[in-house]
T-cell receptor
Framework: NAGVTQTPKFQVLKTGQSMTLQCAQD?????MSWYRQDPGMGLRLIHY???????DQGEVPNGYNVSRSTTEDFPLRLLSAAPSQTSVYFC?????????????FGSGTRLTVV | EDQVTQSPEALRLQEGESSSLNCSYT??????LFWYRQDPGKGPEFLFT???AGEEKEKERLKATLTKKESFLHITAPKPEDSATYLC????????????????FGKGTKLSVKP
């Protein structure tokens, strides 16, 4: 099925561990982004990319790295996990950053840092 | 600072009881106002995009409207399957130090419709 695929769906990390959240889309979308969703905070933008090789920071980038080597994939790396990074992470894609296209979201990764 | 505020935080309705959800925004150079539906444990699902004041869009029991400062999501004769969290998002201009054209989301309104 066409769409945005996120893996894993659930993850528990210990403080200080590193990991990569995977995101892949098969719609040839140029724009991809990562959001985190916390209770009472809404969706907040972490990093985004407007095409392969181009990334930029969003509202809450600290503690996270991204790269975009292909159009399809946009992994999010946690360098040294902290309890404050416990959240639900969503990857989204769109044909372009501008215009009226709604984002297509993945089903999310629920991360717990202990 | 670009900002999107939704109200109420939660809304409980009886089946068939129509109501409206509010989304107020302060965004430089609005380039689109978006509504999404989010079910528990799932990612947001796109509903509508509105561009200019006076514009309206409809889908089944939902109708979205836009003014220069607010958007409303009207729900007519809701059913239990309309229960979800409804998210509003705005896209501003590509202004340095701002959202750079990314979507800014409100915190959502959790709608519960009882049979």
């Amino acid at each position: 099925n066409a769409g945005v695929t996120q893996t894993p769906k659930f993850q528990v990390l210990k403080t200080g561990q590193s990991m990569t959240l995977q995101c892949a889309q098969d719609m040839n979308h140029e724009y991809m982004s990562w959001y985190r969703q916390d209770p009472g905070m809404g969706l907040r933008l972490i990093h985004y990319s407007v095409g392969a090789g181009i990334t930029d920071q969003g509202e809450v980038p600290n503690g996270y790295n991204v790269s975009r080597s292909t159009t399809e994939d946009f992994p999010l790396r946690l360098l040294s996990a902290a309890p404050s990074q416990t959240s639900v992470y969503f990857c989204a894609s769109s044909p372009e950053i501008g215009g009226g296209y709604g984002y297509t979201f993945g089903s999310g990764t629920r991360l717990t840092v202990v | 600072e670009d900002q999107v505020t939704q109200s109420p935080e939660a809304l409980r309705l009886q089946e068939g009881e129509s109501s409206s959800l509010n989304c107020s925004y302060t965004v430089s150079g609005l380039r689109g106002l978006f509504w999404y539906r989010q079910d528990p444990g799932k990612g947001p699902e796109f509903l509508f995009t509105l561009y200019s004041a006076g514009e309206e869009k409809e889908k089944e029991r939902l109708k979205a409207t836009l003014t220069k400062k607010e958007s409303f999501l009207h729900i007519t004769a809701p059913k239990p399957e309309d229960s979800a969290t409804y998210l509003c998002a705005a896209r501003g201009g590509y202004n340095y130090g701002g959202s750079q054209g990314n979507l800014i989301f409100g915190k959502g309104t959790k709608l519960s419709v009882k049979p």
